[in-house]
């Protein structure tokens, strides 16, 4: 059975730096095109970052440069670093695996998804 745990979600002043982790079960995240969504209150889940099983990255436009997706297949575990925190990273951040064609950054392409992890940025 497939199972995805984030963990590494906290309360951080602006400026700050937050590594989540996410730990997966069940199947092998090498094979696995893997990404990073959060969703904030009242608004739209929105991808953040992605990494094929190639290694690979994408990253939404509103945090690249500061947000870094990686993995560690040999533990299957993925990471998103994310330095210089914002305000408006508040959110739930889920990792996801990929499970049809389609662009990476919609949800309803991927098919496998962990409970969260709940980062939150204070100015």
């Known amino acids: 059975q497939v199972q995805l745990v984030e963990s590494g979600g906290e309360s951080v002043q602006a400026g700050g730096s937050l590594r989540l982790s996410c730990a997966a079960s069940?199947?092998?995240?090498?094979?696995?095109?893997m990404a990073w969504f959060r969703q904030a209150p009242g608004k739209e889940r929105e991808g953040v970052a992605a990494i094929e099983s190639g290694g690979g990255t994408s990253y939404a436009d509103s945090v690249k440069g500061r947000f870094t997706v990686s993995k560690d297949n040999a533990n299957n575990i993925l990471y998103l670093q994310m330095n210089s925190l914002k305000p408006e990273d508040t959110g739930m951040y889920y990792c996801?695996?990929?499970?049809?064609?389609?662009?990476?950054?919609?949800?309803?392409?991927?098919?496998?998804w962990g409970r969260g992890t709940q980062v939150t940025v204070s100015s």
């Open positions: 996801a695996a990929k499970s049809r064609w389609g662009m990476w950054s919609d949800p309803q392409n991927f098919g496998a």
């Open positions: 069940g199947y092998a995240i090498s094979t696995y095109f």
